[in-house]
Every structure is written in structure tokens, then in C-alpha cells.
């Protein structure tokens, strides 16, 4: 996606449902710094003009020193409570719109298909919605507000300097606008290449300090610390290199400014000199002119840090906006007729960015209640076909119909949180006592007797604590509170000892009751429980074997025994 599509796109989700606080906060922006400019301006008019009238008693008396005087105290005043306003306007809504953005993300990502993309680089999604979500307030709070602001008050100070003399306010407002926009867009451009680089790093630094930390212990053992710890002081390195180029960018667009701002000054003496030499100008209003024209310079200091964040913005658009925008195309799973609970008609099979189907042409029916597994070499499909089961990829051709169905797939995905709420992923509804149904359901009824705080315990990382045949069992407690009427298991017992894996397989089918289990196994022990095998080969479906058939016993016999 392109820069400004996809500045675009966020823009739109920017302004969608917050556009007039948003726009409320770069106008009071822009009355802050307007407000700043009038009390500058009327002081020194105002100062001028005091000691102007002083040169003699008559002009001292008649002089008014209360209107000047309440107008200043008003701009004071003003320039206070809009500097307040603004700033809790702009933050407070730029806080909102990125927690949107951060769960519309993350909601994009968890629609079916999207989140398998994910397995193998976990910290992915993380890196979006942290890294990539923060980058994007600066698109508001450093390059939105600053430039309306600096607008807004450039043709103000203009339209006021051209009540004075047209010539000097358009002459003003031209020089302004080009060097005051153009020299943070030079800076735009000179940064695209140290932030992208700042970007890739920063990300490249904390992608290791994860796997630093989270596998510390495996390598200490294979002596490999010390060069992971070396990678991460070269990934830091990295990243000071990118923000020294950055720092000298945004001081340098700063100094710029400054100039800038004296040479508009500079040009302005001279022209309050000429107009005051053909008395075109009165002394106090000079004084208020050169004043207007220092402080008008004041908005595009702001904009110098937007300059150099702008590409880490556009870097962070082009990467969420896709899943921001769209969340892509539904993946329905029709219904069965009553009695059936998965029916393939001439299905083709084809995951995401595959070069070719993975199946080809299957045809089954199974009924409700059915145990079915699947079975077939590594690669046969039999993963897709549970994946297209469960809706999380759709079919390519063909027809397919399944009830709603509960998944337990091959890694089991505990999270740093109690018991309960694990547990409760799969029925946020239920109570302690259903909980405690299916953890003795599950064979964890041990387990829970000897955690000190019960259901409330904590979990570490991953389920750090327990072991991996009591990860599994909480995995089939899970399974078990699940209410749907179709079961689905990817190798349930994959890396489990004989004896666990045995009372694992025995829980799943004395608790599976009158429900539909599709099981994708290579193991004898799991599939030992089904009714009919399913054999998949080089992406189709070569035979279906029921038990009680001679063949049956034979299949059953051919796979792996542990």
C-alpha cells in the first residue's frame, strides 16, 4: 500500500468518529498561539505608544491606559486557557482514537485465517499494536495541530499586517508559507532514511530482548547467551546511530527556523523603516508590526520534531492499514441438514499463499455423533482439513457444511492469568462450579486441590508451572465447557509420555458424550477410539475404513504405536 493511501486510510479512521474534537483541538491550538502573538503585538504598541504620549502633559492625560491594559490581561488570559484546553482536548482524543485503532487491530487480527499468520512470528501482532499504534499519535499531536496551527496563524498575522500595508502582508505571508513549510518538508525527506532505519531497529531490539529473556535457561545451556547478549548490543548501537541522524535533522530544521525567523524580521525592519520614512506608519504601530513578525515565526518550531517523526508514522500506516481498513472477506461455514454434522462436497482446499491445493476433490458425510479420524503422513492435509472445519480458511471449491464446532489444536495456548479466566476463554459465563466440573472431567481435580489460592492461582507465561501433561488436561478442561456440537483435534497427544497421553485420550472420549469428534492423528492411540479412518494421500481423500471392517484392524495396526 502505498505512503498516501495508507495515510489516508488512518486519516479516515482518524476523523471517523472523533472529527470535531479533533478538529476542536487544532483550532484552540491555533487561538493559543494566536492569542500569543496579539499580547506580544498590543504589549509593544502598547508600551510605544505610552511612552509616546508621555513626551508631553497634554497627549499623557488624554491617552487611554484602561482599554490597552484589559486587552492585554484578555490575551494573557486567553492564551492560558486555550494552551490548557488545547492540550487536554488533544491528548484526551488522541488517546481515544488510538485505543480504537488498537482494538479495531486487534480485532482484525483475530478474525479467522488472520491470526494463524501470526504462529510463527508471535511478537508481529505485538510490534503492531504497541510500536506502530504509538507511532501514530505523532501524525496528530506533532504534524496535524502544528500545521493547522501554523497556518491558521500565518494568514492571520497576515490579514493584519496587510491592514497596515497590503504589500507588507502579502509579502509576508508568502515568505512565511514557503520557508516556514518548506523547510520542514527538506526535513521530511532527510529523515526517510535514518527512521526507517531507526524503525528496523528498534524492532529488530526488542524482537531480541524478548527472546533474550524468555529463553534465557536454553541459552545458557547451549552456551549461547553471551552471543545473544552481543546481538543485542549491536541492535542498540544500531538504533543510537539512527537516533543521533534523527537528533541532528530536528536541530538542524530547528536552526533553520531561527533563521528564517530573523531574516522575516530583518526584512521587516527594513520595511517598517521605509513606510515610517514617508510617515505611511505611526511609531507604535511599527513596534506592534515587528513584534507580530517575531512571534508568527513561533507555530513552525513545533513542526520540527512532526518533520523527522512523519516517516515513523507513514512506516506505521503502511503496515496496519491494510487490517485497520478491512478486516477481509468473512469465512462462513454453512449448516448441515439435521442428522449430519460435516458434509465435503467435491472440496478443494488451498491455504493462503499456497502455490496449489492442499486437498483436491473430497467427498464425506458424517453424522452427528460420528467419531471420525483422520489420518494420512505428515503434509497429507489433514491440519487444513480441521483448519477449514473450524473456519479459518474457506474452501477454494466445492461445498462444505459443518455444525459449529470447538477446536483443540496441536500447541496449547495458555496465558499469564488465573485459572478461572484461562478456563473461561471457552464459556466466559460459567461459574466456579462448572469450572470445577470440568477440571475433574479433565483429571485436574488433584491439581486444584494442591494450588494455593484454588481457581484464583496464577499462571505463569505459557502456563509456565505446570507440566506439559497438565497443560494438556487444562486444554481438555477447556475443551470440555465448550457447548459445541462438533469436536476437533489436532494430535492431542503430541509430545505427551505414554501413560499421560493414554489418560488424556481416555478423558476426551468418556467426556465427548453424543458429540461429533474429528480427530487428525498419525498416532494409534488416538485413533484407536473412532468409528470410521479416513485416509488422506498426497492431497486426497484415498479411502474411508469403518470399524468392524477387515481392513479396519490393519490400517489401525499401520500407524505409529507412541
Known amino acids: 500500500m502505498s505512503d498516501l493511501r495508507a495515510l489516508g486510510a488512518v486519516l479516515r479512521l482518524f476523523f ?60 494573557a488570559l486567553a492564551r492560558t486557557a486555550t494552551r490548557y484546553a488545547e492540550r487536554l482536548v488533544t491528548h484526551d482524543a488522541t488517546l481515544a482514537v488510538l485505543a480504537e485503532l488498537r482494538e479495531r487491530l486487534f480485532r482484525g487480527w483475530s478474525v479467522p485465517g488472520a491470526a494463524g499468520r501470526l504462529v510463527n512470528r508471535p511478537t508481529a501482532l505485538l510490534f503492531r499494536l504497541t510500536l506502530d ?22 494568514l492571520g498575522s497576515a ?31 532527510a529523515a526517510r532514511r535514518p527512521a526507517r532505519r531507526r524503525a528496523h531497529a528498534l524492532e529488530v531490539l526488542r524482537s531480541r530482548a524478548v527472546d533474550l529473556v524468555a529463553g534465557q ?37 530547528g536552526a ?89 462436497e467435491q472440496v478443494d482446499l488451498r491455504p493462503e499463499r ?41 474452501v477454494a471449491a466445492g461445498r462444505l457444511e459443518a455444525l459449529a464446532a470447538t477446536q483443540l489444536t496441536q500447541r496449547t495456548e495458555l496465558f499469564q492469568d488465573s485459572l478461572a479466566e484461562n478456563l473461561r476463554l471457552a464459556s466466559p459465563d460459567a461459574d466456579d462450579e462448572e469450572l470445577i466440573a470440568a477440571l475433574d472431567a479433565a483429571g485436574l481435580r488433584d491439581l486444584l486441590a494442591r494450588l494455593p489460592d484454588g481457581l484464583a492461582t496464577r499462571l505463569g507465561e505459557g502456563g509456565l508451572g505446570l507440566s506439559g501433561g497438565q497443560a494438556r488436561r487444562l486444554a481438555l478442561a477447556r475443551l470440555v465447557l465448550s457447548d459445541a456440537p462438533l469436536w476437533l483435534l489436532d494430535e492431542p497427544t503430541e509430545g505427551l509420555d505414554a501413560a499421560t497421553a493414554d489418560q488424556v485420550m481416555a478423558c476426551l472420549w468418556a467426556r465427548a458424550g453424543d458429540r461429533t469428534v474429528i480427530i487428525a492423528t498419525h498416532l494409534e492411540r488416538e485413533a484407536a477410539g473412532a468409528d470410521r479412518l479416513v485416509l488422506l494421500s498426497q492431497g486426497r481423500l484415498e479411502r474411508v475404513v469403518a470399524r468392524g471392517e477387515p481392513a479396519f484392524a490393519t490400517v489401525l495396526a499401520g500407524l505409529r504405536a507412541r
Open 354 to 394: 499456497a502455490a496449489r491445493p492442499a486437498l483436491i476433490g473430497l467427498v464425506l458425510t458424517v453424522r452427528t455423533g460420528e467419531r471420525i479420524a483422520l489420518i494420512g503422513a505428515s503434509g497429507a492435509g489433514k491440519s487444513t482439513l480441521i483448519a477449514a472445519l473450524a473456519g479459518e480458511i474457506g
Open 159 to 189: 490579514y493584519a499586517l496587510a491592514l497596515v500595508d497590503p504589500r507588507l502582508g502579502l509579502a509576508f505571508a508568502v515568505i512565511v508559507l514557503l520557508g516556514g513549510f518548506g523547510i520542514p518538508i527538506w526535513a521530511v525527506r
Open 16 to 75: 471517523n468518529g472523533r472529527r470535531g474534537v479533533l478538529l476542536a483541538g487544532i483550532v484552540l491550538s491555533a487561538l493559543a498561539i494566536a492569542s500569543g502573538v496579539a499580547l506580544l503585538g498590543l504589549a509593544g504598541w502598547f508600551i510605544t505608544a505610552t511612552a509616546i504620549a508621555g513626551a508631553s502633559t497634554a497627549t499623557a492625560l488624554a491617552f487611554d491606559l484602561f482599554a490597552p491594559s484589559a486587552g492585554i490581561r484578555f490575551f
Open 256 to 344: 533553520a527556523i531561527s533563521v528564517l525567523g530573523w531574516l522575516v524580521l530583518a526584512l521587516a525592519v527594513i520595511a517598517v523603516a521605509a513606510l515610517s520614512e514617508v510617515r505611511a506608519v505611526e511609531p507604535a504601530i511599527a513596534a506592534l508590526v515587528l513584534l507580530v513578525v517575531l512571534a508568527s515565526l513561533d507555530p513552525f518550531g513545533l513542526l520540527r520534531r512532526g518533520a523527522v517523526e512523519l516517516e515513523r508514522a507513514l512506516i506505521a500506516a503502511r503496515r496496519v492499514a491494510p487490517r485497520l481498513a478491512s478486516s477481509g472477506p468473512a469465512i462462513t461455514v454453512e449448516p448441515p441438514s439435521p442428522g449430519i454434522a460435516v458434509r465435503l
Open 133 to 154: 499504534i504509538d507511532a501514530l499519535d505523532s501524525l496528530y499531536l506533532r504534524v496535524l495541530v502544528p500545521t493547522g496551527a501554523a497556518l491558521a496563524v500565518t
Open 217 to 253: 535457561v536454553d541459552l545458557l545451556m547451549a552456551g549461547r547467551l553471551g552471543a545473544r547478549c552481543d546481538g543485542l548490543a549491536e541492535a542498540d548501537a544500531r538504533l543510537a546511530q539512527a537516533d543521533d541522524a534523527l537528533n541532528r535533522i530536528e536541530a538542524g530544521t
